[in-house]
């Protein structure tokens, strides 16, 4: 069985939705998650904070960020268990942070320590 | 009490106490002579009493007699170390015969110190359950063999494994130190659960054992919610998700000694009073940051003695149960969480998450499909309970089938 992370792009939610909207989209994440779990297919994940953020780049200049593409900015991950990558991308599907217009979910296989990756 | 009845009462509870305080003084290399010293002393209690009648105290009068056992051992040993074989000196500890301390402070200490060795990260959980229920419960072989639907010579054998490998590692009879406490706890507690389990969900039908079983795991773990170094929010979270299910054990079982399902259980019959003292310590355990296992299975706990069938509980005990599995999966969790999912968002999404688990070698698994499909599609109803029925080894279990099928109009 190969393991997959499941990077999630979206908008700071605190910035476009209700702390009432936030509640039920976490729950949503909840119940998502819960379902991996109870498939015993679930890691681990976390959610990435949007405040306080910087990117460090060539030369070690500092700028504020990700915030180029708002939508582009990661705003957590989880990683699961699969035997295929159709089965990652199932899992993936249900993810609440999809209703959001723009918003995506990646999915990368997780390179084996095998000596080669 | 009367003599008869008495002696298996005070070996329940007075021999796990003296084991402790001598197994403490001997060390773990000579676990079996303290064991062998007590129930000597119950043996010597049994030929004295019936011959001459009850002593005034008899709790003193053991203690005496095992503290008498104890010197005349040290004292033998004593001898042979200095007369006969200076050479084959044995290294275990020279201590005075006043050392040989029953005093209630000092039972308290041995019994937990003899707790966290019992629980050594070096030896099996099953073997630490089943020396918990030698030592520190004082249930004798046959009891245990018989909670673990096995024999004698099995149980004989693991304990004897699991003390070979106490004293190969030399574990010593003592609390670890304040910075590992934490640590080791989780062992401990870990160590209870089972053993409260085994009582809980055992298929043996000695059902006074197994509620035996069951109080003395709470019993163990009061110890470590009393003792300041091992008061944690998890012990706490542990004793009162043991009080929520205790609170049930008369209900749970009808005056022939059947089981009874829980949505069948007259819950006029719920220990009241354990529930609240569940609540209690579910409170204290919520003291600090920490979020274990058994604190979500407290709060399951918790709502499974509130019968209504309100939204609030199925929402909460679904979002309980996403968070369990996410730390610690099992099948019995996954199944329950569908349950809890059907309870919130109908049948027909919960049999679609239902079969994903593909739980095939699991009877409940088939019961839960059966129960989900039961007002959808009868013929699946009946073909999940059938398959169920195939796996199911207990004959209660077969008979909740059957009778499940028969209110779907099949007769088998």
């Known amino acids: ?117 | 009490m009367g003599e008869p009845e008495l002696i298996p009462h005070l070996f329940r509870t007075e021999y796990r106490k003296i084991v402790s305080v001598l197994g403490k003084l001997f060390g773990i290399g000579q676990i079996e002579i303290a064991e062998d010293i007590c129930s000597d002393t119950f043996l010597t209690a049994a030929q004295s009493w019936g011959i001459n009648g009850l002593p005034p105290n008899p709790t003193a009068w053991l203690y005496r007699v095992a503290k008498n056992k104890a010197i005349n051992y040290l004292r033998r040993e004593r001898l042979f170390e200095s007369k006969i074989s200076p050479a084959l000196r044995k290294d275990h500890a020279h201590f005075q015969e006043e050392d040989i301390d029953l005093s209630l402070q000092n039972i308290n200490d041995s019994q937990l110190q003899m707790m966290f060795a019992i629980c050594h990260p070096s030896i099996s959980p099953e073997s630490q359950v089943g020396l918990s229920l030698r030592l520190l419960c004082g249930f004798g072989i046959e009891e245990i063999a018989e909670a673990f639907l096995t024999n004698r010579e099995t149980i004989y054998k693991r304990l004897l494994r699991a003390r070979e490998k106490l004293r190969e590692e030399k574990i010593s009879i003592e609390l670890p130190p304040p910075k590992e406490i934490h640590k080791r706890l989780e062992m401990v507690i870990m160590t209870i659960y089972l053993l409260f389990n085994e009582g809980y969900y055992s298929l043996s039908q000695n059902s006074t054992l197994r509620k035996d079983f069951c109080l003395e795991a709470m019993r163990l773990c009061y110890m470590l919610v009393e003792n300041p170094s091992t008061n944690e929010p998890a012990v706490n979270a542990l004793l009162a998700l043991m009080c929520f299910h205790a609170s049930r054990f008369e209900a749970r079982e009808s005056k022939s000694g059947e089981p009874v399902l829980y949505d069948e259980q007259d819950t006029s019959l719920w220990n009241a009073d354990l529930i609240s003292r569940g609540a209690y310590f579910l409170h204290c355990a919520s003291n600090g940051d920490e979020i274990s296992t058994y604190h979500l299975e407290a709060n399951i706990a918790y709502w499974s003695t509130q019968k209504t069938d309100s939204r609030e509980k199925w929402e909460t005990v679904l979002e309980l149960y996403d968070r369990l599995l996410q730390i610690k999966y099992s099948p019995v969790a996954a199944l329950n969480r569908t349950f809890a999912l059907y309870k919130v968002v109908g049948a027909p999404l919960a049999i679609q998450e239902a079969e994903k688990l593909n739980l095939t070698h699991n009877p409940f698994y088939f019961s839960l499909l059966g129960e989900l499909y039961t007002n959808i599609d009868k013929d699946k109803a009946v073909e999940n309970f059938q398959k169920a029925l195939v796996l199911l080894s207990s004959d209660f279990g077969k008979q909740v089938i059957q009778r499940k099928l028969e209110k779907l109009g099949h007769l088998s």
């Open chain 1, 1 to 117: 069985m190969d393991e997959f992370m499941l990077i999630f792009r979206h908008e700071d939610g605190n910035k476009v939705a209700s702390p009432e909207q936030i509640q039920i989209w976490m729950k949503q994440t909840m119940d998502w998650i819960g379902s991996i779990s109870a498939k015993n297919k679930f890691i681990g994940g976390n959610g990435l904070l949007f405040q306080d953020a910087r990117v460090v780049r060539h030369n070690n200049i500092v700028t504020n960020g990700p915030f180029g593409e708002i939508k582009e900015t990661i705003g957590g991950y989880i990683m699961v268990k699969a035997d295929t990558i159709e089965e990652a991308v199932a899992f993936a599907k249900g993810s609440p942070v999809l209703q959001g217009d723009g918003n995506t979910v990646e999915v990368r296989k997780i390179a084996q320590r095998d000596g080669i990756h």
